[in-house]
């Protein structure tokens, strides 16, 4: 195989990842599909230079025997997308969430196993730089055994509404325009905690770890523009480690959007604000009265352009599948690990609905756990970043 033939499914989100297919030297762009116009036009302009062709349905796509493709379609139907390509023999980086039910993963799990395919989740955030350098602080031990983490996303989306010809709107925008032809999105009553794989996945991947079980709460349903799920919800999961992680998230609160990590050592503390675009440490060789030492450390690897979406971490994404194909390595998140990312969220909103009973997260690995290999992919530096007082 001397390069990966990649196909497309969702030209919204997926836009993204055909500008990022396309510029990947080891990869070649033969299909993107969508049954909407309004996304296929801009895909045609870019992709029929490259010799590659646009399509309504995935069955035309698959019709044209890619090697891998990548889900990026309504968050209820991932799964059943990507069983559908493992089925016609192709590889799967898929979209997040990656499975709405518990069910859903089972299936996910089982067609993996019978077809040989390799299956990665799309959870672009735990290629973010900075993680780089907390996983290799832990292995060092310069903040302590982790007690304790968390993670916020924090995302306003009122636009829960869909035309027909595909744009988003509003339900106040709606009403005051007279629209009666617009139905809800895939996002419009989806349990806001069951979107925490760009939270939880890479504390897991720092700590080397996974949720056994969890407590979680629902916030009121206040929110005019969303008014099919809560304004947010908080979970509260227990690692096999012993690891507290307190996930908050919510998709309805106006405000500048944002993730928030911070991880609590017995030694020493770090945390990322992305607004901020630097990390605070204090590890155990400060003193308490020099306060937070400061380390510029952005999203974006060093050397990647942060224009390719997502500050760079979309790019890195698409590279590491697809050289994990042709160097016939292991994903970096593999479909075990991708249930381990979701299927917390799910349980989570389980917890929810029976306000706040703790509940065990069952283990759906053949094998236990013994550890991430998210790092042989992602090496860890060598060398320590740049620091300045804060």
């Given at each position: 195989m001397e390069k990966l033939k990649v196909g497309i499914l969702g030209l919204r989100r997926g836009m993204a990842h055909l500008r990022n297919f396309l510029a990947i030297e080891e990869a070649v762009v033969i299909g993107a599909a969508d049954r909407l116009p309004l996304y296929r036009e801009p895909a045609e302009a870019l992709l029929k230079p490259a010799g590659g062709k646009v399509v309504a349905e995935f069955e035309e796509l698959l019709a044209m025997r890619p090697d891998a493709v990548v889900i990026?379609?309504?968050?209820?139907?991932?799964?059943?997308?990507?069983?559908?390509?493992?089925?016609?023999?192709?590889?799967?980086?898929?979209?997040?969430?990656?499975?709405?039910?518990f069910e859903e993963l089972i299936r996910l799990r089982d067609t993996?196993?019978?077809?040989?395919?390799?299956?990665?989740?799309?959870?672009?955030?735990?290629?973010?730089?900075?993680?780089?350098?907390?996983?290799?602080?832990?292995?060092?031990?310069?903040?302590?055994?982790?007690?304790?983490?968390?993670?916020?996303?924090?995302?306003?989306?009122?636009?829960?509404?869909?035309?027909?010809?595909?744009?988003?709107?509003?339900?106040?925008?709606?009403?005051?325009?007279?629209?009666?032809d617009c139905r809800p999105i895939w996002r419009a009553d989806q349990p806001p905690?069951?979107?925490?794989?760009?939270?939880?996945?890479?504390?897991?991947?720092?700590?080397?770890d996974r949720c056994v079980?969890?407590?979680?709460r629902s916030a009121p349903w206040r929110s005019q523009d969303c008014p099919l799920r809560s304004d947010g919800q908080i979970a509260l999961f227990e690692t096999a480690k012993g690891t507290l992680i307190k996930i908050l998230i919510t998709?309805?609160?106006r405000r500048p959007s944002e993730h928030r990590y911070r991880l609590f050592g017995t030694e020493g503390s770090a945390e990322w604000f992305s607004y901020e675009g630097y990390c605070r440490r204090f590890d155990r060789d400060r003193q308490e009265s020099q306060g937070w030492e400061r380390v510029p450390i952005g999203a974006a690897a060093r050397g990647t352009d942060a224009s390719t979406g997502h500050g760079g971490t979309d790019f890195q994404l698409a590279r590491h599948f697809t050289r994990a194909l042709l160097e016939g390595r292991p994903a970096p998140i593999d479909v075990y690990r991708a249930i381990e990312f979701c299927l917390p969220g799910i349980i989570?909103?389980?917890?929810?609905?029976?306000?706040g009973v703790p509940l065990p997260i069952p283990d759906l690995r053949r094998v236990p756990y013994s550890g991430t290999r998210f790092w042989e992919a992602v090496s860890l530096p060598e060398e320590e970043p740049p620091s300045e007082e804060s």
């Open positions: 990026a379609s309504n968050g209820k139907r991932q799964v059943e997308h990507a069983c559908q390509a493992l089925e016609a023999g192709c590889h799967v980086l898929s979209e997040v969430p990656g499975a709405d039910t993996v196993e019978r077809t040989g395919r390799v299956y990665m989740l799309g959870e672009n955030s735990c290629f973010l730089d900075f993680l780089r350098y907390w996983r290799k602080w832990v292995v060092d031990d310069r903040l302590g055994p982790i007690s304790l983490a968390e993670a916020e996303y924090l995302h306003y989306l009122p636009e829960t509404l869909s035309a027909p010809d595909g744009t988003r709107i509003s339900p106040s925008r709606a009403r005051a325009l007279g629209r009666t905690i069951q979107y925490l794989t760009h939270d939880l996945g890479p504390l897991l991947e720092v700590l080397d079980s969890v407590t979680c998709l309805n609160t989570a909103n389980r917890s929810a609905e029976m306000g």
